[in-house]
Structure formats: C-alpha cells, structure tokens
C-alpha cells in the first residue's frame, strides 16, 4: 500500500495524468492510431507536429512543430491553428482545450462513424490552445466546438 501512495504521489508531483497520457510521435502518424496533428498555420499547413493514443496531456509547454515548414521550431502551446485527427474506432474523438489540465473553451474532433476529422481552422482555440484529451467515445463535449 504504501509503495502504491508513494507512486501516486509522485506521478502527480511529476504532472503525469494517472487517466494516461498521449504520446509524442513527432511529424508522423502514418501507422499510428488515434492521432492528433496540430498545424501552425490554417488549412492544415505550416509545420506540424502528432500526438497518438489515449488520454490527456495536461500542458502542451515545452512541445514545438516538428516538421519542416513554416513555423517549425515554434512553440505549439498557444500557435496551432488547424488540427487533423485520424481514428482507430468511428468512436473515437480528440479535445483540444484553451486552458492547461483540460479546461475552458474546447474544440472538438470526432470521426462521427469515419476514420478522420478536419478542423481546418480552430475556432474556440485557434492560437490559444494548451491541452489535449483524446478517448475512445464522444460523451459530454456538447461544450465544445464540434468539427
């Protein structure tokens, strides 16, 4: 038992979410599903950099675009302005979120019975945007911006 409070403790001082966290995969999500790419600029262009599998990441702080085109190198907290999701399940729905720990104004992404979702300018976090949650149904986002 105290092993397990003193794991606990830690993850949390650490800031890793115990629902699980996304994983960083760069500029790539070929092979890779459920993916989020976030774009610096509109339309899917601009540098982009990807985020697969399920749960949260609690600040998007210290990530940058990857790959190379205008903006790579820039911080991705606060600059993305389109996102492009691709599913594993015609469930699965991806969050991005204005505030840090998944809060505020959102928008969302869900495949909708698809495989893929485009938002091809963000609209409630479009160069605002801080945190991410992506999961295998689309429950209680009726707050957020849905593309």
Not at 38 to 60: M, P, V
């Amino acid at each position: 038992m105290a092993v397990v409070g003193v794991a606990t403790a830690l993850m949390s001082v650490a800031g890793i979410s115990q629902a699980g966290a996304l994983s960083y995969s760069g500029t790539t999500c070929e092979s890779l599903r459920p993916c989020l790419s976030l774009y610096y600029n509109s339309n899917q262009q601009g540098s982009h950099t990807s985020f697969y599998g399920y749960g949260d990441l609690d600040n998007l702080a210290g990530y940058t675009f990857a790959s190379d085109s205008a903006g790579k190198g820039q911080p991705v907290k606060n600059n993305a302005a389109s996102a492009y999701f691709s599913s594993k399940t015609p469930d699965e729905s991806a969050v991005i979120y204005f505030n840090s720990n998944q809060g505020g104004a959102c928008d969302w992404l869900w495949a909708q019975g698809g495989r893929y979702s485009i938002a091809n300018r963000l609209n409630k976090t479009y160069n605002e945007n801080a945190s991410l949650r992506v999961k295998d149904g689309s429950a209680g986002l009726s707050d957020c911006y849905q593309f």
